[in-house]
């Protein structure tokens, strides 16, 4: 069934929120990366990457039961396997897509975690044994570019090693996000349960991660004695976890898995705009050397491409070969 017009810009509206938000996460996890190398020199890239994940998912999922307990009561089988599979899929994807920036650029990192826009047609497409329509194709290519341009991508450098087939996994998982959200077999889920049973899950999932690759048991509680990282914590909390997922929860399933796929795709172009100014606010109060990034063609032109193939899609309408019922509640 198709969404009303006024639903599904609201929809679309309700996403683009969400990429500016999740955009605002790049320069605060880099920020809090340089705090924490400051707090423990020495500790790993694993321990120092769950220790930026799981703090926020734990603590989102704690603020959602103190202020919305009595809407998270009766949980579903349905809204308790949703939040899981969701919670899994995103935690997995986060792991392979750091493990692959070990071995790889960010550029290529940044390239290749957005092929899901390529991914969601073709699965779509052999799911109902049908091609997509031309315009989908055309908006894929459009949007491919904008990243590639975006990120300095650089085709005569790519080389398929550990790090670039480890993002590429990464990605397949983010799709499967996309797609847990649009399954049928969820309508009617409510969207705070949901999100809580996702935000449990990563952060279990990442605390455990945590504590296995400590240097020492103690030095986990080590960042919760430091001001900046306190703060930036905050920020991933209540911005880019509990506003980003739950806006992504509530509205994605209202659109096409097509269209969030391509939509997501403003997440970068987001962050590049985000880290003209945060990086140098950051530093000034913290002291590390993290500078701002410049105004470059790189960042209109990706930017503008993005922008123009997710109209595109919008005025010549849905992809005909997919169309997902709207299955979350309030």
């Not at 998912?57 to 039961?65: D, K, W």
């Not at 799709?175 to 959200?181: A, C, D, P, W």
């Not at 929860?249 to 705009?273: D, H, K």
Request: glycine fraction near 10%.
């Amino acid at each position: 069934m198709k969404p009303d017009s006024s639903l599904h810009r609201r929809a679309l509206l309700g996403l683009l929120l969400a990429n500016l938000l999740w955009g605002l996460s790049f320069p605060v996890v880099k920020a809090m990366v340089h705090t924490q190398e400051q707090l423990l020199p020495g500790s790993g890239n694993w321990f120092i990457t769950a220790m930026t994940v799981g703090p926020r998912f734990l603590l989102a999922t704690v603020v959602l039961a103190l202020v919305a307990g009595a809407k998270l009561r009766g949980l579903t089988r349905g809204e308790l396997r949703q939040g899981a599979w969701l919670g899994l899929a995103n935690a997995l994807g986060l792991l392979l897509q750091v493990d692959g920036l070990q071995f790889t650029s960010a550029s290529v990192s940044s390239f290749l975690t957005q092929f899901y826009a390529v991914l969601i047609p073709v699965v779509v497409a052999l799911k109902v044994r049908r091609a997509p329509a031309p315009v989908v194709g055309a908006c894929v290519l459009l949007v491919l570019a904008g990243v590639a341009i975006l990120g300095r991508f650089d085709f005569h450098a790519l080389s398929f090693g550990r790090g670039e087939l480890s993002t590429l996994a990464g990605s397949v998982f983010f799709m499967g996000q996309i797609f847990v959200l649009a399954d049928p077999r969820y309508a009617g889920n409510r969207a705070l349960p949901v999100s809580a049973v996702m935000f449990a899950t990563v952060g279990l999932l990442f605390t455990i991660l945590a504590l296995a690759t400590a240097p020492a048991a103690a030095d986990v509680l080590v960042p919760w004695t430091s001001g900046p990282w306190l703060v930036f914590t905050g920020l991933l909390t209540v911005f880019c976890t509990l506003g980003a997922f739950m806006l992504m929860i509530r509205w994605q399933p209202v659109i096409t898995a097509t269209e969030a796929g391509l939509i997501y795709c403003f997440e970068p172009l987001f962050a590049s705009v985000m880290a003209l100014f945060l990086p140098g606010l950051f530093s000034r109060w913290v002291g590390f050397d993290y500078p701002n990034e410049t105004l470059t063609w790189q960042l209109l032109v990706g930017g503008g491409l993005i922008t123009v193939a997710n109209g595109l899609l919008q005025l010549k309408g849905s992809t005909g070969s997919e169309k997902e019922e709207s299955g979350i509640k309030n």
